[in-house]
């Protein structure tokens, strides 16, 4: 059993999509905070420095100018949540996060296995907006709404409202809606943990809408191969091979790829980002004013939430006096680039790398592939609770606490330090390389993993007691 925190959405009406004589008004209704027994959203206004906590925020109205592909991103945002890749059985539906700007609205959210991260980015130029506000809250995705997002056309007018607009839903004014859910730690930490592998990815592929159908419908359904399937590149098109080769991309559990499938008759293009050291992918629908980012973990099994490749950041200290300014800087803003943002703080990149990491892991804030930038948002989450829940840090520390840690030698400067450390183990003494083209350890767990899934607590306590020291 995973660990879960009891939580409360209350909702001030139902999100619903209904007929406004020959318009559609699509309402999505959004989390009203600490007041209904769970945390606050936020609805900074434009010019705040920090976010300011509204009962049911209301940032974001405007007609849709193209309503079917609208509809189409949201229900293929709502069909990841709803899906769940290993060990099928009991989900739950977990509502999406949605954060507005001046330039765009995201909603993000994860499949109920952890393995699978969806956004949906619309651009400004999707709406013609009436109020476009900054702040960050969850939305209540029910089923009738999802049903009613089929029935949408391009020919229908659509107008999107994110919040609750009281004075005009005179009809919704006295209707509260509560959704109690055993949420599960492991979603929220996965907001904290997808972001430590987007900026690794690299653009591979770039094909046609037509191409891109014709391999995705050419994927196998039903039950996920236990070995991985490799894509190349095949004339101006994709094809799949069980056979790795040089600029591929590897794949486990194609039917997850399935997702995309509804999609791709409106869309653009598609393209195929990868990391080769991580193995994991991301498949970036594209349209004239939107996109679908759809994000896989390198296995079925491994949720995103379960990884620590933020772990070695986190134990460090080189974000502590660059975090306060960084974060002070962030202000709503839907592009946020690190090199930039040292410049202007007068501050060194990796110090402000690291206390982007370091807020990422604090849910503040995100990172977009396409422009390279963070992003920031407030997760409508008690974070509190969740920051202390690093297994392999708390480890780490305690063993440097109980003197478990001693370093036999050193050599190199800080930038490219060299070290030998030996860390008491549960029965035997672990010896602890750290080097500057990575870190190694002789314990079970790293011979298992390698670096793949973040440092081993062993690793960490010798960085933690090598800083220490310094």
């Known amino acids: 059993m995973s660990a879960t925190l009891g939580y409360t959405y209350r909702y001030p009406f139902v999100s619903r999509l209904e007929r406004e004589g020959k318009a559609w008004g699509l309402r999505l209704a959004t989390f009203g905070g600490s007041s209904a027994g769970g945390v ?5 206004s434009v010019d705040a420095q920090r976010p300011v906590v509204l009962p049911h925020p209301f940032f974001f109205e405007g007609r849709c100018r193209s309503p079917r592909m609208v509809a189409d991103l949201l229900l293929a945002l709502a069909n990841t949540v709803n899906s769940r890749f290993y060990l099928p059985g009991a989900w739950r539906m977990l509502d999406p996060v949605v954060t507005s700007s ?3 609205l995201r909603l993000e959210g994860f499949s109920s296995c952890c393995g699978v991260y969806a956004r949906v980015d619309l651009s400004a130029d ?3 907006s009436e109020i476009q506000g900054r702040g960050t809250t969850n939305v209540d995705f029910n089923a009738p709404m999802r049903a009613a997002l089929t029935q949408v056309r391009d020919s229908d007018e659509v107008k999107l409202s994110v919040g609750a607009d009281e004075f005009r839903l005179t009809q919704s004014a006295g209707e509260i809606v509560e959704k109690k859910v055993a949420l599960p730690l492991r979603w929220i930490k996965g907001f904290t943990n997808v972001q430590a592998y987007l900026p690794a990815l690299q653009r591979r592929f770039e094909i046609n809408t037509a191409e891109a159908r014709r391999f995705v419908r050419s994927l196998p359904r039903g039950v996920a191969p236990k070995t991985p399937s490799f894509v190349q590149t095949l004339g101006n098109g994709l094809r799949l091979s069980q056979r790795d080769a040089k600029g591929s991309v590897r794949v486990m559990g194609t039917d997850r790829l399935k997702l995309l499938e509804p999609l791709l008759n409106q869309a653009k293009q598609l393209c195929v980002w990868y990391d080769d050291a991580s193995g994991t992918s991301a498949w970036e629908v594209v349209f004239e004013h939107g996109r679908f980012l759809l994000f896989l973990s390198p296995e079925i099994w491994r949720g995103f939430s379960g990884e620590g490749q933020q772990l070695e950041r986190l134990a460090g ?3 502590e006096i660059a975090l306060p300014y960084v ?4 202000c709503g803003k839907s592009r946020i680039d690190a090199a930039r943002l040292a410049s202007q703080l007068e501050l060194k990149l990796p110090e402000v ?13 995100g990172y977009d592939i396409v422009s390279g930038c963070y992003f920031h948002r407030e997760l409508p989450f008690d974070m509190e609770k969740i920051e202390s829940l690093q297994p392999r840090l708390i480890a780490a520390r305690k063993l440097i606490a109980e003197k478990k840690v001693r370093v036999v030698q050193r050599t ?4 490219k330090l060299a070290a030998e450390v030996m860390v008491q183990g549960t029965d035997v003494e672990h010896r602890v390389r750290l080097l500057p083209d990575g870190d ?3 314990c079970p767990w790293y011979s298992k993993h390698q670096n793949e899934r973040g440092p081993c607590k062993h690793i960490l306590a010798a960085r933690l007691l090598i800083e220490e020291e310094s």
């Open 40 to 44: 606050a959203g936020t609805s900074p």
């Open 102 to 104: 001046e330039e765009l």
């Open 353 to 365: 790398d690291a206390a982007l990491a370091v807020l990422g892991s604090r849910g503040l804030v």
């Open 412 to 415: 190199g400067t800080d930038d």
């Open 317 to 319: 200290k080189s974000w």
């Open 327 to 330: 974060r002070d800087a962030l």
């Open 126 to 128: 999707a709406f013609d």
């Open 440 to 442: 190694k350890c002789t």
